[in-house]
């Protein structure tokens, strides 16, 4: 088993930045990946950035792209999420994740709240 605890979110003014980190513990030697998702009210949980562990290959949705940056540090089996130049409407709970494969993730944390206020 995978456990994940995200930690970082807070109340941010637009333009602001914030940090998100994901820490992995467990059977970490089986994680293929990792995400961070977020999910703002009334809208679908979505896909923000993804790193491959084995070479790390990197992916953004695209209103994210230039302004958010995910890395990690396989020594602490962490994930962070660097969030530059916030807008009101990146305020949502943001989920780290992870997949064994190329197939669905299947460990979640619990969530963090992001707030950028206008």
């Known amino acids: 088993q995978v456990q994940l605890v995200e930690s970082g979110g807070g109340l941010v003014q637009a333009g602001g930045s914030l940090r998100l980190s994901c820490a992995a513990s467990?059977?970490?030697?089986?994680?293929?990946?990792m995400g961070w998702f977020r999910q703002a009210p009334g809208k679908e949980r979505e896909l923000v950035a993804r790193?491959?562990?084995?070479?790390?290959?990197?992916y953004y949705v695209n209103s994210v792209r230039g302004r958010f940056t995910i890395s990690g540090d396989n020594a602490k089996n962490t994930v962070y999420l660097q969030m530059n130049s916030l807008k009101p409407e990146d305020t949502a709970v943001y989920y780290c994740?992870?997949?064994?494969?190329?197939?669905?993730?299947?460990?979640w944390g619990q969530g963090t709240q992001v707030t950028v206020s206008s």
């Open positions: 790193i491959r562990w084995s070479d790390g290959d990197t």
């Open positions: 994740a992870s997949r064994p494969g190329e197939g669905a993730y299947n460990v």
């Open positions: 467990g059977r970490t030697f089986s994680i293929y990946a």
